[in-house]
């Protein structure tokens, strides 16, 4: 058998295998949204077929995702309650809007806008957004309904309740958890497919109703027509932010998903193409009232598991995902409700794990930050939690910025190397030249302390000449500009030579365009710092 047969074959078995994940799992986070079984499954389809066509991944499996879904649940609870009438219409049009800021994203090359979410708050969010999901489905494990949905209220009185609970659908929900544990080992298996068909037979044989157990309930599965939602424009207006939300959250997860996998086999991946591939599918899965979808980690690391060696394993699970909404869509008002509910609970229950925090405690990094995540999530909601995380992680970046240190260099060993004293205290310093080196890039919030601090040092000895290592500047805001002009005069006043030693071209750049007669251009020449100082030397010895 040639190798391309081989390839298709496996290609078969890993679309047969995530269609039979995907499909339980649209349905259950559809549950999650507060919307029709139909939209998941709309959603399913779409992000199959659309990032196959788009996209450049061949190991992403695009559809909608249970991070994305609590971020859009969370986001209407804002502005409209569950029971109203408009939500349906308000969140097609969310996720339509989601997939224009995606496509507009990808369209302008900003493809890595991620990168500015630190991990530590995405792994927080990510740890957050699962407890919330888990304590979201525990009424249809337990079959109570709590008056209240912030996280500790629901826990509260769910454990009041526990007079009422349901201990046949508590049962059904355990033992789902224990054979999704102890069977997912076996990833060409679609065991929560399997589950679901034992799940509808035991309806179907009448045995839910005599045990009290809820099913999804009936929903009528149309062709929907495309056609954007009829809202006033005061609506459209109060969408936009949380479709912002939706959409980073969307190529947040998406991003890491395709990137680990690149990496992995050494696979080209353009982040722009992808943006445009998930806002093209969100655009008309919003069109189409369907749900907000990206590439999950868990459906596209289950499609890699599963032998899949092309974009073909997408297509196979999207044909799959038709033939049964075609022959079978009738069974799944029969599902019972714990039986979803646990497959929810375990497709986010990996993110539940304190291993990726464990590092952050070993450095003493960042500790703070991925508390900050989990916490903010958990008691102000999905996206007010990750809008205060991603707050508080560049607060901390500014304040680490804005208490500058300073590097005093000295030379090493007689020879060319200038490196900081403090860690190499036989460094000997160049008499009458004092060298500093801020190690962080100047800018608006640190600039006035690095230039008080350098006059600070000069004060305490008699130099003659600075040299200011610019190497960690890429570039120069006007008030650093201003505060290096300061320094200058006093320099200036004080008859001290000033030189900056290497600076980089948008420095330099920038320096040209200041034009003063401080900073002529022979003053910031230096390659390196060896450079500066030789020059003064030779002028020190030229003037003897």
Not at 135 to 159: G, T
Not at 177 to 202: C, D, E, M, N, S
Not at 381 to 387: A, M, S, T
Request: hydrophobic share 50%.
């Amino acid at each position: 058998m040639t190798s391309a047969k081989k390839s298709s074959i496996f290609d078969v078995v890993a679309g047969l295998s995530i269609a039979g994940l995907l499909l339980p799992e649209a349905v259950a986070y559809s549950n999650i949204a507060g919307l029709s079984p139909q939209s998941g499954l709309v959603a399913l389809v779409i992000g199959l077929v659309v990032y196959g066509l788009i996209g450049r991944s061949r190991f992403a499996i695009v559809s909608s995702t249970s991070s994305a879904a609590a971020v859009l649940s969370s986001g209407l609870a804002a502005i409209v309650v569950l029971s109203s009438p408009e939500r349906a219409s308000l969140a097609y049009a969310l996720v339509f809007l989601s997939g224009v800021l995606l496509a507009v994203a990808g369209l302008f090359k900003l493809g890595e806008v991620t990168q500015f979410i630190a991990k530590p708050v995405l792994k927080g969010f990510s740890f957050g957004l699962a407890l919330s999901i888990v304590v979201k489905q525990l009424p249809s494990i337990l079959q109570v309904q709590p008056a209240h949905s912030d996280f500790f209220r629901e826990l509260w009185e769910l454990f009041k309740a526990y007079t009422d609970w349901n201990w046949y659908a508590l049962g059904m929900g355990i033992s789902t958890l224990l054979v999704l544990q102890f069977t997912k080992r076996y990833k060409t298996i679609p065991v929560a497919l399997l589950l679901i068909v034992v799940g509808i037979g035991l309806n179907v044989l009448g045995y839910t109703d005599e045990w009290g157990i809820h099913a999804v309930g009936h929903f009528e599965f149309v062709l929907p027509s495309a056609s954007l939602p009829n809202l006033s424009m005061n609506s459209w207006m109060q969408l936009v932010e949380i479709a912002l939300a939706v959409a980073l959250i969307v190529y947040a997860e998406s991003y890491t998903s395709i990137r680990t996998f690149a990496l992995k086999y050494n696979d080209p991946s353009e982040p722009n193409r992808d943006l445009i591939a998930l806002g093209v599918g969100n655009m008309i899965s919003g069109l189409l009232k369907g749900m907000p979808m990206g590439a999950g980690y868990s459906g596209t690391s289950a499609n890699e598991a599963a032998g899949a060696t092309s974009k073909k394993s997408a297509w196979i699970a999207a044909l799959a995902v038709i033939l049964f909404l075609v022959g079978f869509r009738q069974y799944i008002s029969n599902i019972p409700e714990p039986i979803l509910a646990s497959i929810v609970i375990y497709a986010v229950s990996g993110h539940i794990r304190f291993a990726p925090f464990k590092q952050y405690f070993i450095w003493h990094k960042d500790r703070l930050l991925s508390i900050v995540a989990i916490w903010a999530v958990i008691i102000f909601g999905v996206l007010n939690g990750l809008v205060i995380a991603i707050i508080v992680s560049i607060l901390i970046m500014l304040k680490s910025y804005a208490v500058p240190r300073i590097a005093w260099l000295g030379r090493l060993n007689g020879g060319h190397d200038f490196v900081d004293m403090d860690r190499f205290p036989e460094a000997i310093e160049p008499v009458g030249i004092l060298i500093a080196r801020p190690d962080h890039p100047m800018f608006f919030a640190n600039a006035e302390k690095i230039c008080n601090a350098i006059m600070q040092k000069l004060s305490e000895q008699n130099y003659e000449h600075l040299i200011l290592n610019m190497e960690e500047c890429p570039s120069l805001d006007s008030t650093s500009i201003e505060e290096l002009l300061q320094l200058a005069t006093h320099l200036h006043d004080k008859q001290i030579d000033l030189h900056l030693a290497r600076v980089r071209r948008s420095v330099a750049q920038t320096l040209l365009y200041v034009n003063s007669p401080l900073f002529p251009q022979s003053t910031y020449t230096a390659q390196s710092v060896d450079d500066a100082v030789q020059e003064y030397e030779r002028r020190a010895s030229s003037a003897t």
